[in-house]
């Protein structure tokens, strides 16, 4: 670097802090102060290391960069602008109404992949994107996240940490902005350099410790990143927060909030000023690679046969990736037990194994899904719970994943309450732009799984761990947004899904012996559900009794509830009202009070 590329990247650092400032004072409100810290880091890498093709942000052969640290956007659109993607006007939109200059940034933001603002969510999601780039996508591209120091307490962080030293990823570079200040003080290591890359030697990282202002310095350190073997590269820089401002660097209580006197700033700054950078593009076109289509042949099963939903789900999933180059399969060290390992096995260079670590394969999925993959992710429903911010976020991403729970309910049996699920589909269905399906059958479970493939958005699936009877035969359809009429009848209407289907069905026997006919639903669309179809049985019969194998919070019950708002009938919501223990399948349905003695007694209770 000789000295005019060095009085350069000076130059455009400033700018980059001032522009940071200017957006800020324009809103009213933002992290200045975060952005200034990591100034000299995105600048060298804007300027001299950074391969995007500025022209086509959908250039495949594109290098990623992930803002962990998503409270520094105001660095990311000074960035932008700087590279000639938004113009200082645009800039100056930061957190308005209508601007996509959002507070965080969000994939309406060219060469935004994902949302990030959660703390600990970008660099497990930049893992999942050299994942792609190295086995799935096979190109060339890197990975770079920019993460704070204090999100290095939280655990997905170390997931992530643990994930890609484990997979040798040499195409992640994490730049690690050591300013020391937290939102309410100082960090758990401040400015001990040797406190972070010990922990993260540990964990198979190449670790580069550098002052993070020295704009020389960094290059070499980039340079080293991009060159490294086998291994990805940290590079854990010590900086200063609200750098270059005497009023707010290095200093508590600045966090989060702009500078009080942002001219006197600017001022000290040395002013606004014009500087582009010409960002060097990729070094030849690419093409991803891409795995052969098929024909969709799905598993099929004989009506009366008793086959559990989650064998189903694995068997349809293996079809579906005969079917589809596109479906990719994540696991969380349980693929025997979700079945999952009928897809490893028919296509194990799509299967990808993350062991415990719930956050870092949902993380995964979404960085397949930004290439353009379709994943499908599967663990037990009750563990999904620890990843639902990743879930949340996968949401605000706009990202379409494919989440599956398997051990759902009290059905499991001995296994007791730790293994159940029974938060899960009251979880999804408070996701925005959610679909959540219930299957029953065999039948019906696979061809929802081959459905949620074109779908958009998070899509969540729940199977059951016992064998439960075929109901459907193999050609039925089962329209997403719809439901199955299994029985009519003129005194009430039985609306379940799942397991609780069968012990439906069991209880309009047992009350057709008392006299009483009932309507029995399938409501295997929780997410969106039937409510015109609802409305329709619910006004012919005057009263519904609805059944799930889940809390009795959020779930089926409560979604039957919102349809039947402007239509109100009787409703008795039977769901699982206290802390399971261990018993069998059939005795945990009696003790939860939803197996078909239970229903039964519901309706006669209303009739009466």
Same mark, same amino acid.
């Given at each position: 670097?000789?000295?005019?590329?060095?009085?350069?990247?000076?130059?455009?650092?400033?700018?980059?802090?001032?522009?940071?400032?200017?957006?800020?004072?324009?809103?009213?409100?933002?992290?200045?102060?975060?952005?200034?810290?990591?100034?000299?880091? %995105?600048?060298?890498?804007?300027?001299?290391?950074?391969?995007?093709?500025?022209?086509?942000?959908?250039?495949?052969?594109?290098?990623?960069?992930?803002?962990?640290?998503?409270?520094?956007?105001?660095?990311?659109?000074? %960035?932008?602008?700087?590279?000639?993607?938004?113009?200082?006007?645009?800039?100056?939109?930061?957190?308005?109404?209508?601007?996509?200059?959002?507070?965080?940034?969000?994939?309406?933001?060219?060469?935004?992949?994902?949302?990030?603002?959660?703390?600990?969510?970008?660099? =497990?999601?930049?893992?999942?994107?050299?994942?792609?780039?190295?086995?799935?996508?096979?190109?060339?591209?890197?990975?770079?996240?920019?993460?704070?120091?204090?999100?290095?307490?939280?655990?997905?962080?170390?997931? #992530?940490?643990?994930?890609?030293?484990?997979?040798?990823?040499?195409?992640?570079?994490?730049?690690?902005?050591?300013?020391?200040?937290?939102?309410?003080? =100082?960090?758990?290591?401040?400015?001990?350099?040797?406190?972070?890359?010990?922990?993260?030697?540990?964990?198979?990282?190449?670790?580069?410790?550098?002052?993070?202002?020295?704009?020389?310095?960094?290059?070499? /350190?980039?340079?080293?990143?991009?060159?490294?073997?086998?291994? =990805?590269?940290?590079?854990?820089?010590?900086?200063?927060?609200?750098?270059?401002?005497?009023?707010?660097?290095?200093?508590?209580?600045?966090?989060?909030?702009?500078?009080?006197?942002?001219?006197? /700033?600017?001022?000290?700054?040395?002013?606004?000023?014009?500087?582009?950078?010409?960002?060097?593009?990729?070094?030849?076109?690419?093409?991803?690679?891409?795995?052969?289509?098929?024909?969709?042949?799905?598993?099929?099963?004989?009506?009366?046969?008793?086959?559990?939903?989650?064998?189903?789900?694995? +068997?349809?999933?293996?079809?579906?990736?005969?079917?589809?180059?596109?479906?990719?399969?994540?696991?969380?060290?349980?693929?025997?037990?979700?079945?999952?390992?009928?897809?490893?096995?028919?296509?194990?260079?799509?299967?990808? +194994?993350?062991?415990?670590?719930?956050?870092?394969?949902?993380? /995964?999925?979404?960085? %397949?899904?930004?290439?353009?993959?379709?994943?499908?992710? /599967?663990?037990?429903?009750?563990?999904?719970?620890?990843?639902?911010?990743?879930?949340? %976020?996968?949401?605000?991403?706009?990202?379409?994943?494919?989440?599956?729970?398997?051990?759902?309910?009290?059905?499991?049996?001995?296994?007791?309450?730790?293994?159940?699920?029974?938060?899960?589909?009251? #979880?999804?269905?408070?996701?925005?732009?959610?679909?959540?399906?219930?299957?029953?059958?065999?039948?019906?479970?696979?061809?929802?799984?081959?459905?949620?493939?074109?779908?958009?958005?998070?899509?969540?699936?729940?199977?059951?761990?016992?064998?439960?009877?075929?109901?459907?035969?193999?050609?039925?359809?089962?329209?997403?947004?719809?439901?199955?009429?299994?029985?009519?009848?003129?005194?009430?209407?039985?609306?379940?899904?799942?397991?609780?289907?069968?012990?439906?069905?069991?209880?309009?026997?047992?009350?057709?012996?008392?006299?009483?006919?009932?309507?029995?639903?399938?409501?295997?669309?929780?997410?969106?559900?039937?409510?015109?179809?609802?409305?329709?049985?619910?006004?012919?019969?005057?009263?519904?009794?609805?059944?799930?194998?889940?809390?009795?919070?959020?779930?089926?019950?409560?979604?039957?509830?919102?349809?039947?708002?402007?239509?109100?009938?009787?409703?008795?919501?039977?769901?699982?009202?206290?802390?399971?223990?261990?018993?069998?399948?059939?005795?945990?349905?009696?003790?939860?009070?939803?197996?078909?003695?239970?229903?039964?007694?519901?309706?006669?209770?209303?009739?009466?």
């Amino acid at each position: 670097m000789d000295e005019l590329d060095y009085r350069f990247l000076c130059e455009l650092a400033a700018q980059l802090r001032v522009d940071s400032v200017r957006a800020a004072a324009a809103a009213g409100s933002g992290h200045p102060t975060s952005s200034m810290s990591a100034a000299e880091l %995105m600048t060298v890498l804007l300027a001299r290391h950074l391969r995007v093709d500025v022209a086509d942000p959908a250039n495949p052969a594109n290098d990623h960069l992930v803002f962990s640290k998503g409270h520094a956007s105001p660095l990311l659109y000074a %960035m932008l602008k700087a590279a000639g993607v938004v113009t200082d006007e645009e800039l100056l939109t930061f957190r308005r109404r209508g601007s996509r200059l959002e507070g965080h940034p969000t994939p309406q933001v060219p060469f935004v992949d994902v949302a990030t603002g959660s703390l600990g969510f970008g660099l =497990p999601v930049g893992v999942g994107l050299a994942l792609t780039a190295r086995r799935l996508d096979r190109l060339p591209y890197h990975v770079w996240v920019l993460c704070g120091d204090s999100e290095l307490a939280e655990g997905s962080m170390w997931e #992530a940490f643990e994930h890609a030293g484990h997979e040798g990823l040499n195409n992640l570079t994490v730049i690690i902005d050591v300013n020391r200040l937290g939102q309410r003080g =100082p960090t758990r290591h401040g400015w001990d350099l040797g406190a972070y890359a010990a922990r993260l030697g540990a964990f198979g990282w190449h670790t580069i410790e550098i002052d993070g202002h020295d704009p020389g310095q960094i290059d070499y /350190a980039l340079a080293d990143a991009r060159a490294t073997r086998r291994r =990805p590269t940290a590079i854990i820089a010590r900086t200063c927060k609200g750098r270059g401002v005497s009023a707010v660097e290095n200093r508590e209580g600045k966090h989060g909030k702009p500078l009080e006197d942002a001219e006197q /700033a600017l001022g000290e700054l040395g002013g606004p000023r014009a500087l582009t950078v010409e960002v060097t593009p990729p070094d030849a076109p690419a093409t991803p690679y891409r795995y052969a289509d098929g024909a969709l042949d799905l598993p099929r099963y004989e009506v009366g046969e008793r086959v559990a939903t989650r064998t189903a789900f694995g +068997e349809a999933l293996a079809a579906l990736g005969t079917a589809r180059g596109d479906v990719v399969a994540l696991d969380g060290e349980v693929a025997d037990s979700t079945k999952l390992e009928a897809f490893a096995k028919a296509h194990p260079e799509r299967f990808f +194994e993350f062991y415990i670590a719930e956050q870092q394969m949902v993380a /995964a999925a979404i960085g %397949m899904a930004a290439r353009g993959w379709t994943p499908y992710a /599967a663990t037990f429903a009750a563990f999904l719970t620890r990843a639902y911010d990743f879930v949340r %976020m996968a949401a605000v991403s706009r990202a379409g994943i494919c989440l599956v729970g398997s051990h759902g309910g009290v059905s499991i049996g001995e296994d007791g309450p730790s293994q159940m699920g029974l938060e899960d589909l009251a #979880a999804f269905r408070a996701v925005h732009g959610s679909t959540v399906l219930y299957p029953c059958d065999a039948n019906q479970t696979a061809r929802l799984v081959a459905d949620m493939a074109a779908m958009e958005g998070v899509r969540y699936l729940r199977t059951t761990r016992g064998e439960t009877p075929v109901l459907y035969g193999p050609d039925e359809e089962f329209p997403v947004g719809g439901c199955k009429i299994l029985r009519t009848g003129g005194q009430a209407t039985v609306v379940a899904a799942g397991v609780a289907v069968h012990e439906a069905l069991a209880a309009a026997d047992l009350l057709a012996e008392d006299g009483v006919s009932v309507t029995v639903i399938d409501a295997y669309s929780i997410k969106p559900l039937d409510s015109a179809e609802l409305v329709e049985m619910a006004r012919a019969t005057g009263k519904v009794v609805t059944v799930e194998d889940h809390w009795p919070e959020g779930g089926l019950g409560d979604a039957v509830l919102s349809a039947l708002a402007d239509a109100p009938v009787p409703v008795r919501k039977l769901g699982v009202s206290r802390m399971p223990g261990s018993a069998t399948s059939q005795e945990q349905l009696e003790d939860a009070g939803i197996d078909r003695g239970a229903i039964r007694e519901a309706v006669l209770s209303l009739l009466r």
